[in-house]
């Protein structure tokens, strides 16, 4: 979400002008797709479908891989602006394969869910899969939520309200309203004021941002790593974009999960690839 650049703000900007209508500013906040998706095309090993029910009485369609009977971990991966569950189920499927349990939230309004979104209704969305979560595993679950680029600024504001366990994010920025020219940023409906969500969260929080990418720039990730609390982690990682490469950042998160888990954090991670770095507090 690059302040000068992100296609978001000059759109925006426009539909402000000519509209002056929340629902206009929100299409293009959301880049939304009601067709349904076949999750078949975009996993190896196909997860099982997962029905939730929000307090609005919606019934959103996600994804769910089982782990094993006696792992309390679950981790719940939330996707970004333009996306959708089969994005969400192709990266969160390298997040499988190691006891715990993966879920994939959907958001409504997105692929073949009923409903629109707004900020408010994204979070009370990631809600209702982390009540999902504690029904499926157990209420002794210790839930992890994961989320790329705007999945990101839901997984921060749901665990701003309800209790988890640790938050990880992949290039998520640091406010919306800045993102937008022109001052037209406190017209926006949707605020998503990521710095302020942080203040809230009582888990640890790993980011983990890349370098090249063009969306979120290193100078947001380091402004919202400032206001997380502790512990928490920054991993630099060089030459990335803003889409994550699940194969080597995969193997990260999971190990920020068990490093979590057992109050290691403030040596993760263990060992980073040549180049990479990260912060800790």
């Not at 019934?59 to 891989?65: E, P």
Request: proline share 6%; net charge neutral; with cysteine.
């Amino acid at each position: 979400m690059r302040r000068i650049s992100w296609p978001i703000g000059g759109m925006i900007a426009a539909s402000l002008a000519l509209a002056g209508c929340a629902a206009t500013v929100r299409d293009q906040i959301y880049k939304a797709s009601a067709t349904p998706i076949d999750v078949t095309r975009y996993t190896q090993q196909p997860p099982q479908p997962l029905h939730v029910r929000t307090a609005d009485g919606l019934t959103l369609g996600g994804y769910y891989w089982p782990g094993a009977a006696d792992d309390h971990d679950v981790l719940i991966f939330f996707h970004g602006r333009g996306s959708n569950q089969g994005v969400g189920a192709r990266y969160a499927e390298h997040l499988t394969g190691k006891g715990d349990h993966v879920i994939v939230v959907s958001y409504r309004g997105f692929g073949g869910n009923p409903g629109t979104p707004t900020q408010a209704d994204l979070v009370a969305d990631g809600r209702a899969f982390v009540a999902k979560a504690r029904e499926l595993v157990g209420p002794d679950a210790h839930v992890f939520l994961v989320g790329h680029s705007l999945g990101g600024a839901v997984a921060l504001h749901v665990a701003a309200t309800t209790r988890v366990t640790g938050v990880v994010t992949l290039s998520t920025f640091d406010k919306l309203e800045e993102s937008a020219p022109g001052g037209v940023g406190a017209l926006l409906p949707d605020k998503w004021n990521n710095l302020d969500a942080a203040t809230k969260i009582h888990a640890p929080l790993v980011m983990i941002q890349g370098t090249a990418d063009d969306r979120v720039t290193m100078t947001q990730a380091t402004a919202l790593f400032g206001k997380a609390g502790h512990p928490a982690a920054l991993v630099n990682v060089p030459g990335a974009g803003h889409n994550p490469d699940m194969a080597s950042l995969g193997p990260l998160v999971s190990e920020a999960v068990a490093a979590i888990d057992s109050d290691a954090m403030a040596r993760y991670p263990t060992a980073l690839p040549a180049g990479w770095s990260v912060q800790n507090k």
